[in-house]
């Protein structure tokens, strides 16, 4: 059984920076896709950035290219998600998602574990 734990949200104003972690175990991490999604209020899920453990490749969606990076510790199961230059429409709660093999799903739906997610606020 994956279990999938996030930390690092919380409470920024605009321009400020956060750094998300997410813990995985129960899969061979070093060659598992993991991604990042966010739910903002009354959004649907959306893919904010991924990283395949196999293949190197990485992924962000549009709105945060520039201003967000995905990294991997793979001797300490972890994901990192670095925001900086948050803005107010960053607001969401933050998922973790482990795949189930090495390519880099958009979906939700292709993700097979999941985190409880964590709270990004950020203020103007």
């Known amino acids: 059984q994956v279990h999938v734990v996030e930390s690092g949200g919380g409470l920024v104003q605009t321009g400020a920076s956060l750094k998300l972690s997410c813990v995985a175990s129960?899969?061979?991490?070093?060659?598992?896709?993991i991604a990042w999604f966010r739910q903002g209020p009354s959004k649907g899920r959306e893919i904010v950035a991924a990283?395949?453990?196999?293949?190197?490749?990485?992924y962000y969606t549009n709105s945060v290219k520039g201003r967000f990076t995905i990294s991997r510790d793979n001797a300490k199961n972890t994901v990192y998600l670095q925001m900086n230059s948050l803005k107010p429409g960053d607001t969401a709660v933050y998922f973790c998602?482990?795949?189930?093999?090495?390519?880099?799903?958009?979906?939700?739906?292709?993700?097979?574990?999941w985190g409880q997610g964590t709270q990004v606020t950020v203020t103007s």
């Open positions: 998602a482990v795949g189930p093999g090495s390519f880099i799903w958009t979906t939700p739906d292709s993700y097979d574990a």
């Open positions: 990283s395949s453990g196999s293949t190197g490749s990485t």
């Open positions: 129960g899969r061979t991490f070093s060659s598992t896709t």
